[in-house]
């Protein structure tokens, strides 16, 4: 690997140096050669992968170290958090020049676990391990990993559970949070972290008049952009407190998350999440409120002299979110349509068939499918309301027509994904794990890579199937 540390030339009041506390029997669970390949590692490191991501190596470069930093959790002040499981290990160039953070989860106790073990469990970093590859390849900024391995130690939640670690990867590991703990408990450090994050992830900002400004900017309109690509592909995070944003606009701390099924747009994925403040629908407020409370955290670098100006300044940068959120979204979903972007009816077509999805709880995923293959009928036949599913067709076909339909139809198939990471093929893959067989974690690694591709002799049934209309919504532990 390039190594390009940088992250440990920060004040040191902002980390804390220690080693991994590696688990007792690790063992292989599942290795991404491809993500290792663009990161540039050698072919010692790749022979010596179950040592790095089970914490027994780490690198003379650099000293692995747990961040600190606070948040606002389900929209209260929490007060300090940091890395309770975590160490970033190491940064390194990938083959495009990129330094990329290597962060180990689940490597132990570290001075921010408040009332944690520091441990991760063999079920999470499976959703966490098969989440970030199944983003990825549909084209989401995401946290990605290179490996996890298992161990035969056992960790206590519910019940208990394997023990696991994951070696995750990311462009960013500073999160919204880390500026609330600066302003909260050493503000004298916030101008030159602040000037360090701009010339590190939004270099072009300093050649502004106004860098912060040109920062903030940078900031809402990449995690606008996040934001819609959740919403079109039916991604819910499930827990999008401050501490689990960055400022890159990259999907990050994978935990109670989930993709649509039958579409719910008020689902809730999160078993802690009781009043659904974090459901699918809710995603674009959440955010536009997280960006509110970062943007505030730069209110005291405003120039003494032009506080008011500063202030109506960055509530311009928040006012950004909406009109760039809904650009993106409403592109993306003409895309996933088949739809024109220049019609004027087009988005509101769009819309006409997510009513329809809603209304007949229909799989949203395999219904753009069905749409891309203009199996009109197939859908029509599990709608009730048939003569509101017909005016939707003529609707759209009727936008369609003098258009570049080959050309429409190539872009749909560029934007509907056949494969999305399904809870119930996460549990196949889990329940495998948990009797040492990671066959299903390879097929599903292998199905999600290609995610736009039809893979009849790869897939399974249930792969391309929403849950029984019966069957009860399903809820994801926060515990990991």
């Known amino acids: 690997m390039l190594f390009q540390s940088r992250y440990n030339t920060l004040d040191s009041k902002l980390y804390s140096q220690q080693q991994p506390k590696p688990l007792h029997g690790a063992k292989a669970g599942h290795f991404n050669l491809t993500l290792a390949n663009d990161l540039q590692w050698s072919d010692a490191e790749k022979t010596a992968w179950v040592d790095i991501c089970s ?16 948040g606002h959790q389900f929209g ?16 390194v160039l990938d083959k495009n020049n990129q330094v990329i953070d290597l962060h180990l989860k689940g490597a132990g106790s570290t001075p921010y676990s408040r009332s944690g073990d520091g441990r991760a469990v063999l079920r999470s970093v499976i959703r ?11 084209g989401i900024a995401s946290s990605n990993a290179v490996g ?7 960790v206590q939640r519910e019940t208990l559970e394997p023990g696991a670690m994951l070696l995750r990867t990311s462009d960013c590991h500073i999160r919204f949070g880390h500026f609330e703990w600066i302003n909260q408990y050493a503000p004298e450090l916030l101008n030159d972290f602040v000037m360090q994050c701009i010339a590190w992830h939004s270099p072009e900002c300093l050649e502004q008049d106004q860098p912060i400004i040109a920062f903030a900017h940078a900031v809402v309109k990449r995690t606008a952009q996040m934001i819609a690509d959740w919403q079109a592909v039916g991604f819910a995070h499930g827990v999008m407190n ?3 944003l960055n400022i890159t606009g990259s999907t990050l701390d994978f935990g109670p998350f989930g993709f649509l099924e039958r579409f719910k747009p008020d689902w809730i994925n999160n078993h802690s999440d009781h009043q659904g403040r974090y459901c699918y629908q809710n995603q674009p407020r959440m955010a536009h409120w997280n960006l509110s409370i970062l943007l505030n955290n730069l209110m005291p670098l405003a120039p003494s002299t032009q506080k ?7 509530i311009a940068c928040l006012a950004d979110f909406e009109v760039t959120f809904l650009k993106y979204y409403q592109e993306k979903m003409c895309l996933k349509m088949g739809l024109p972007q220049f019609h004027k009816d087009s988005f509101d077509c769009a819309l006409h068939f997510l009513h329809i999805l809603q209304r007949e709880q229909l799989d949203y995923t395999q219904s753009f499918i069905r ?3 203009q199996q009109f009928t197939a859908l029509k036949d599990d709608c009730i309301d048939r003569d509101g599913f017909d005016a939707f067709i003529t609707c759209y076909q009727n936008i369609r027509t003098h258009q570049d339909q080959a050309q429409l139809n190539e872009r749909m198939q560029q934007h509907n994904p056949r494969y999305i990471l399904r809870n119930q093929m996460a549990q196949q893959a889990i329940e495998r794990a948990e009797c040492d067989d990671f066959s299903e974690v390879e097929r599903l690694f292998d199905l999600l890579a290609t995610p736009f591709t039809p893979q009849p002799q790869r897939e ?7 849950p029984h209309a019966d069957a009860s919504e399903t809820a994801i532990s926060c515990s990991s």
């Open 242 to 244: 401050t501490d689990n």
């Open 460 to 466: 399974h049934a249930s792969d391309v199937q929403p």
């Open 128 to 138: 966490e391990y098969l989440a970030g590859h199944a983003l990825n390849a549909l």
């Open 76 to 91: 209260h002040w929490a007060g300090q958090l940091g890395d309770g499981r975590g160490l970033l290990i190491a940064q």
């Open 148 to 154: 996890f391995t298992s161990s035969l130690q056992g």
């Open 371 to 373: 749409l891309q293959e």
């Open 308 to 314: 008011e100006a500063f202030k109506q300044q960055l």
């Open 55 to 70: 914490g027994k190596q780490t690198f003379d470069v650099f000293s692995p170290l747990a961040m600190v930093y606070a």
